[in-house]
């Protein structure tokens, strides 16, 4: 369909995919960091993200085994890649 994870490049577009998330909801991001632990790239374009906002004391990469991000309680959270949860898609 032409589109891929969400990924946002600053406050104005993370503050626009909180208000559009369920906040009882956690939503896949376009973001990991599968190449190198805690250097967080888009999936999509491989280029560093440029926009992060952490819960507190996140990322935390329990048991090496964390590594994409999420979108919960209207910040980020790193989680294993396998977990299921919802996405928020943007056409690039």
């Given at each position: 369909?032409?589109?891929h994870l969400a990924s946002p490049h600053n406050f104005?577009?993370?503050n626009h995919l909180r208000e559009v998330a369920n906040k009882r909801r956690s939503y896949w991001l376009d973001i990991n960091d599968l190449g190198k632990e805690g250097e967080?790239?888009?999936?999509?374009?491989?280029?560093?993200?440029?926009f992060l906002?952490?819960?507190?004391?996140?990322?935390?990469n329990l048991n090496d085994s964390q590594h994409c991000i999420r979108l919960v309680d209207s910040e980020m959270d790193?989680?294993?890649?396998?977990?299921?949860?919802y996405f928020i898609c943007e056409l690039y």
């Open positions: 369909m032409g589109a104005k577009e993370f967080y790239v888009s999936e999509t374009t491989g280029m560093p993200s440029d906002l952490f819960q507190p004391n996140e990322p935390r790193d989680e294993v890649c396998s977990s299921k949860f």
